[in-house]
């Protein structure tokens, strides 16, 4: 491999994670708007699964097409136009604007680029910043939890989940967690959940039912999809709101308006890329992220560190469920 070129996942074709392919390529001229980062840790997030296995569809013109949304690095050259940024800075890129991150090198318009504190080594950084910023705008932007409110979230260890139970607790909400399996529980009550329900055991309603006094919740963070959509519903008290952000059991087909009629619900499906629209508020909210991680409020959960070329091992650990928080691929 010589100095022009880098090795980057790529697939041909949708299918299963042996589709992922570790390749060399060369760089493409620097554009004047663009810095190029060496990666050193990426994140997996759950939307690069559904994409490999062609669930949001696919254009042939789209291949090879290389995943990845999360990524941490150091800049190595800069853009004729950039300003602001030195070669050297340490920094992250998600939410918006991050692709192809699944590469030991990206190049990337500087206007997607957020600066990384000292106090934030790389792995924290790669497993944190886009799941860590959609748990925020989860809380914040798209229902605002306060103090007092009782909320459920839904498989309360994986990557959003566990960083939103921990956030959620913070601003005062009671949290209640479901994890798919027994033994997630201490995770998710070290995460804050209060009470966790084990979804394995049958419905989950009757012992939510239970927990709440019959009262049910205020919100409900699915990340799941099909498996829990129809009873995420039935979770909540009078003008509770479901917040259906992933589908990771399967995409949800249809919400029927008639769920709603319950007791006048709400039910809103959010993107990250509708509420972080600018650079300016990636850097804010990351900043907002960071700062709890260094107060020690959010316990950043990295289940696992791998090698970019053991990418097909670190899908299949996702998608087996067998990871408690966030897995990492190192360059
Ligand atoms: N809308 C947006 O802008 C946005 C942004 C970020 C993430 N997301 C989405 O949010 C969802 C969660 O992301 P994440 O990074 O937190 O995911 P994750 O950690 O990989 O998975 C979350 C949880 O899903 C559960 N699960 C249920 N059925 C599963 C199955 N068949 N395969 C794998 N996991 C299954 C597992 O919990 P249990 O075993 O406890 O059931 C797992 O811990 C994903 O769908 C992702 O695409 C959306």
Redo the contacts with the bound molecule.
């Keep these: 491999m010589n100095s022009q070129t880098f090795r980057r996942i790529q697939i041909q074709r949708t299918g299963p994670a042996q589709v992922m392919e570790l390749n060399n390529v060369e760089f493409e001229p620097l554009n004047p708007d663009e810095v190029r980062v060496r990666l050193t840790r990426i994140g997996i997030?759950?939307?690069e699964i559904?994409f490999r296995w062609g669930r949001y569809g696919f254009a042939p013109a789209q291949f090879p097409y290389t995943p990845g949304i999360e990524g941490v690095g150091r800049i190595e050259a800069i853009g004729s136009e950039v300003d602001g940024l030195t070669i050297g800075d340490r920094v992250v890129m998600a939410a918006g604007g991050a692709n192809q991150m699944y590469s030991e090198a990206v190049q990337v318009k500087a206007t997607t680029i957020v600066p990384l504190p000292d106090t934030i080594s790389d792995e924290v950084a790669a497993a944190i910043a886009?799941?860590g910023l959609?748990a925020r705008s989860l809380l914040l932007d798209v229902r605002r939890v306060a103090p007092g409110d009782t909320v459920l979230v839904h498989?309360a260890?994986?990557?959003?989940?566990i960083i939103l139970a921990q956030w959620a607790k913070h601003l005062g909400a009671t949290v209640i967690g479901t994890?798919?399996?027994r033994s997630?529980v201490a995770a998710a009550s070290a995460a804050g959940c209060e009470t966790v329900l084990v979804?394995e055991d049958g419905h989950f309603i009757e012992a939510l039912n239970r927990v709440t006094d019959n009262k049910g919740v205020a919100v409900v963070y699915d990340?799941?999809g099909a498996?829990t959509i129809q009873e995420s519903f039935l979770a909540l008290q009078r003008r509770g709101t479901v917040v259906s952000?992933?589908?990771?059991?399967g995409i949800v087909k249809a919400v029927d308006p008639l769920w709603l009629t319950r007791s006048s619900l709400y039910f809103t499906r959010?993107?990250?890329h509708d509420f972080i629209t600018n650079n300016d508020q990636r850097r804010a909210s990351a900043a907002e992220l960071f700062g709890l991680v260094e107060a020690g409020i959010i316990k950043p959960a990295i289940a696992e560190v791998m090698p970019l070329a053991r990418v097909v091992q670190a899908h299949e650990l996702?998608?087996t469920?067998r990871?408690i928080g966030a897995v990492v691929l190192a360059t």
């Design positions: 997030n759950f939307s559904n886009l799941k959609m498989g260890t994986g990557g959003v989940s994890v798919g399996h997630k979804r990340p799941l498996e952000y992933g589908n990771t059991s959010p993107m990250l996702v998608e469920r990871a």
